[in-house]
């Protein structure tokens, strides 16, 4: 009998499953430990998880939800179940800056307007009274925010720099703040969210979503930095051509007044260096 099989006999998810979730967990669970995050505090925080979840598979399914079924579904005791849907589900907002952010970004690097010949970002004067600007820039997707308050918030966070000439130049062309702690969390979240849940699709059948990935071992550090620097460059022109092609796909959508404009996408790439054979945080793989 294999493995999995045992562990369907005790009610228990495949082994290859459990493997593969304590793998996955390990870096999440290391980064927790580091900024006060406790077994008891993750726990607790995965039991609002499996409410939310339970709940979400019950309404998909049409069935009633009751306590009994989402104790039946999740493990969790009736208990908790009433203390936390008495408490409510806490909803996360992001930091008031990656919203904003995140939209001026995808203009400015996938809007003719504000892009060179090459597709690359230009840098903008803070102010002209012709042509593209930093101004100009923001005023095109809010003019509720003072373009200075933004430019003062993302030199903070290292996203841009001033030249010698005033010209604001992005650092980055993703939305990956230097700095800024609360935004880097939300990314981490967003982003390994998203990529996970492409893979988990994938693993539950279907049609599969794009999730790929390229595998070496036995690299020398040289080697690993040229293929870095590699990815990186074929990686943000990939992320630079569906920017702007989602751009205007959205600007195309809205003007044809769409019945239906409730999807949508995320599209990314990665690249991650180690000793062969050891996790970021020693496993042995």
Do not use: C
Request: charged letters at 30%; hydrophobic letters at 40%.
């Amino acid at each position: 009998m294999t493995d999995d099989a045992d562990t369907a006999s005790e009610g228990l998810p495949p082994s290859a499953l459990t493997r593969a979730a304590r793998h996955l967990l390990r870096p999440l669970v290391r980064l927790l430990v580091t900024h006060g995050g406790t077994h008891p505090f993750l726990a607790s925080l995965l039991k609002d998880v499996y409410l939310e979840v339970a709940v979400e598979e019950l309404e998909k399914s049409g069935e009633r939800v009751t306590a009994s079924r989402i104790s039946l579904l999740s493990g969790l005791h009736r208990k908790d179940i009433k203390r936390l849907r008495e408490a409510g589900e806490a909803r996360y907002a992001p930091p008031a800056s990656v919203s904003l952010g995140a939209r001026l970004v995808a203009r400015w690097t996938g809007d003719p307007a504000f892009t060179g010949a090459d597709g690359a970002p230009l840098p903008l004067p803070r102010q002209a009274e012709s042509g593209p600007s930093f101004e100009t820039l923001v005023a095109s997707v809010s003019t509720d925010i003072r373009p200075r308050a933004v430019l003062d918030e993302w030199l903070r966070l290292g996203l841009v720099e001033v030249d010698a000439g005033d010209h604001v130049r992005l650092v980055t062309d993703a939305f990956v703040p230097r700095e800024g702690f609360d935004e880097k969390a939300h990314y981490l979240g967003r982003n390994v969210h998203d990529h996970l849940a492409a893979a988990v699709h994938n693993v539950s059948g279907g049609e599969p979503m794009f999730e790929r990935g390229v595998y070496y071992e036995g690299l020398s550090e040289r080697s690993v930095d040229e293929l870095a620097a590699l990815a990186e460059e074929l990686g943000m022109e990939a992320l630079r051509r569906v920017n702007r092609r989602a751009l205007a796909l959205q600007r195309r959508d809205a003007s044809e007044a769409a019945s239906e404009t409730n999807q949508r996408i995320h599209f990314g790439a990665f690249f991650y260096h180690a000793e062969s054979g050891r996790d970021d945080d020693g496993e042995s793989g």
